[in-house]
């Protein structure tokens, strides 16, 4: 679960990249909604979720 | 000012129905284009241009405009006319018996890592050196994801563990200022065409910026650049934070955000990513007061400043719930972090990457922000009323007016014309040129005898 996160990373610049940097201050974001709102997401995805993500590769562009 | 959009495309295949390819998917795209126009590069009517960019990405170039929500109203209006081409190309598809969704998706990076863009351009004067808007500007431009970056699920890669990161396209640029678009892709790009007079304007072509989703992110990444500009245009001294290597520092920045990444000055000392863009915005907020209310409207330059104080404040505090429904990627981030109270914390899912993805599927019914935006989870900018109408009407303050009226009398009377930014030409009955060297001006006696021409010679088109 996503708990709060007491570790505050001073950001890059370090050899030792871990998740701190950009786990620092989820614990303020609303993640307190009901339910309903994923149920009606996962209504709407393609069930397979590792090929549809697979599939998407794109020519570069600009 | 304008903003090119270039959307991903793919398909999932209808049941027994094999994939296609994006070349293939583009063709079914462009179809009805192509039969039209004779080509997948034309105008539309409400003055910008659609076509095929490279790597089978359909682009929108919005017309130029001279107002930030002008300018919204016509990025958002290019979703609903490639949207329409996606409905179409799926009947056309069923009607084949290949079937399928057609997904499009405006976002700047594949499921591998190559990127495709959203460029922005703005005209300055011819006045200021390159180099030292460039000086002025890089840091802003560096630090800019903090505020409208769209986020991401950002793979392992370059020494980086899987996470969130706050751009899509800060692990995709390489050089501050250059004349580079593909391979080494700078921030701002030299390629100075400006579609006008070379004499007075400069077109600084920004190709550091996420595509937006969210129409009040869309306005503070655009609104802000502006204020930035102007201030710099106007000589208003902004705070000196010439960096030793800006471009070495944009992908810890992305990884951060708490905004505290340590920037290394020329003067030998540091600045934080937050600090760069707390500067910035208290000079903007000075310069609110003595601009000159021309262009795009101070008030809503008002809002803008509004919002970029609370997000910065948000980064400060840690505490992003006054901002949770106006900025991308704490709008994604906390939608994901919502999945990964159910599916786990590990970044590497691909459900989470799906999540990604969908956030940008522009479809209404069917795309994750379009689906937020429904059930009101989002703040708005502008309104469906004013999409729906610039759609059809080009702006009507800018050299744009011209080329959408040219282009939908054409259409009404079957007449051949050819456009481009800076031209007009009916083509028949003998050929009639007009060059318009000025983007703000939306009068011109020159075009108004071309529209009198297809009107003296509606006769010869076919129709009427």
Known sequence: MTGPQSQISAGGGSDNRDDEAFEAGQAQLNTTGTDDLLDEIDGLLETNAAEFVRSYVQKGGQ | ?464
């Open chain 2, 1 to 464: 000012m304008g903003v090119e959009t270039e959307y991903g495309i793919t398909a999932v295949a209808g049941d027994g129905g094999r994939s296609l390819t994006p070349d293939e998917i583009a063709r079914y795209l462009f179809r009805p284009i192509v039969e039209k126009y004779s080509s997948s590069n034309i105008f539309t009517r409400n003055g910008s241009r659609l076509y095929l960019d490279v790597g089978s990405h359909p682009e929108i170039a919005t017309a130029e405009c001279d107002s930030l929500t002008q300018l919204l109203n016509h990025e958002q209006a290019g979703d609903l006319v490639v949207d329409k081409l996606a409905q179409r190309a799926e009947e056309a598809l069923a009607a084949d018996r290949v079937g399928g969704r057609v997904y499009l998706f405006k976002n700047n990076v594949d499921s591998v890592g190559n990127s495709y863009g959203c460029h922005e351009n703005y005209l300055v004067g011819r006045h200021l050196p390159l180099r030292s808007l460039g000086k002025q500007l890089l840091p802003f431009m560096i630090t800019r994801q903090l505020i409208c970056g769209a986020g991401m699920v950002g793979r392992a890669t370059g020494g980086f563990q899987p996470g969130f990161v706050l751009s899509q396209r800060a692990d995709q640029v390489w050089e501050g200022i250059s004349s580079a678009t593909t391979r080494a892709r700078p921030i701002i790009n030299t390629r100075d065409e400006p579609h006008g007079d070379s004499e007075r304007f400069r077109r600084m072509h920004v190709i550091v910026g996420d595509s937006n989703m969210s129409e009040t992110t869309f306005a503070l990444k655009i609104g802000s650049t502006l204020l930035v500009l102007e201030m710099i245009e106007a000589g208003v001294t902004l705070p000196d934070f010439e960096m030793v290597n800006p471009i070495g520092h944009i992908r810890d920045i992305a990884r951060d955000m708490t905004g505290s990444t340590p920037l290394l000055l020329k003067d030998g000392g540091t600045v934080t990513a937050l600090e760069v863009q707390e500067a910035t915005l208290a000079a903007a907020t000075q310069w609110l007061e003595e601009r000159p209310d021309e262009g795009t409207p101070t008030a809503e330059l008002r809002r803008v400043v509004d919002l970029w104080t609370r997000q910065l404040e948000a980064i400060r505090t840690r505490d992003f719930s006054k901002v949770d429904r106006e900025i991308d990627w704490v709008i994604k981030l906390n939608l994901l972090n919502r999945y990964r109270e159910r599916l786990g914390e590990d970044w590497t899912n691909p459900k989470l990457a799906q999540i990604d993805l969908t956030y940008h599927d522009i479809r209404p019914g069917r795309g994750l922000f379009p689906l937020l935006e429904s059930r009101g989870m989002v703040e708005r900018w502008t309104t469906d009323e004013a999409i729906a109408r610039a759609v059809d009407e080009a702006p009507q303050t800018t050299r744009a007016r011209l080329r959408g009226q040219l282009i939908a009398r054409a259409e009404e009377l079957g007449a051949p014309i050819t456009t481009d930014w800076v031209h007009l030409k009916v083509n028949e009955p003998r050929p009639q040129l007009v060059e318009l060297l000025d983007p703000f001006q939306p009068v011109d006696e020159r075009v108004d005898d071309l529209l009198a021409y297809l009107d003296e010679n509606a006769g010869a088109y076919g129709r009427s």
